[in-house]
């Protein structure tokens, strides 16, 4: 197993070195397509809470990320200072289909096709982390 973390503030300009700690993080770990989701889910994860967990707070709250690669799994963890909330909820509220010209709306749902797993819970020191699980495939991915 192997483990990172990177902090950024809450600022959507961060996202370029979020992606960036990231891409140095995994390097060539990952097949290309399963890399491409790993990177769209931390993506997703980061904006959301920057856009809604962190909408009304500085910019200089932080946010914690945290990347575990396993053999057959990636793990992202990205913490937040917002309100809780339940994210199985949430989903279950959606509509099921998204319209594509939105401006919003298709993040969770986006999270949601891709991971393998996804939960969003209140941690002891009153924090709320996502969690995501995206499993690495045995054989390589189809070149897209």
Not at 34 to 43: I, P, R, V
Not at 114 to 139: G, Q, V, W
Request: aromatic share 8%; glycine share 4%; with cysteine.
């Amino acid at each position: 197993m192997q483990k990172s973390g990177f902090q950024a503030k809450t600022d959507l300009a961060e996202l370029v070195q979020v992606l960036t700690w990231f891409d140095n993080f995994i390097q060539s770990s990952l097949p290309e397509l399963t890399y491409m989701q790993c990177q769209t889910l931390l993506a997703e994860g980061f904006t959301n809470a920057v856009r809604h967990a962190h909408k009304h707070r500085a910019s200089d709250t932080p946010i914690d990320i945290e990347v575990q690669l396993w053999n057959q799994q990636v793990e992202i963890r990205i913490w937040d200072y917002g309100q809780p909330f339940d994210l199985i909820q949430k989903m279950k509220n959606m509509p099921t289909k998204i319209d594509p010209d939105s401006v919003g709306g298709r993040g969770l749902k986006l999270l949601e096709q891709m991971a393998e797993h996804l939960s969003y819970f209140r941690t002891e020191d009153d924090r709320n982390c996502l969690l995501i699980t995206k499993l690495i495939p045995s054989t390589p991915d189809l070149k897209i």
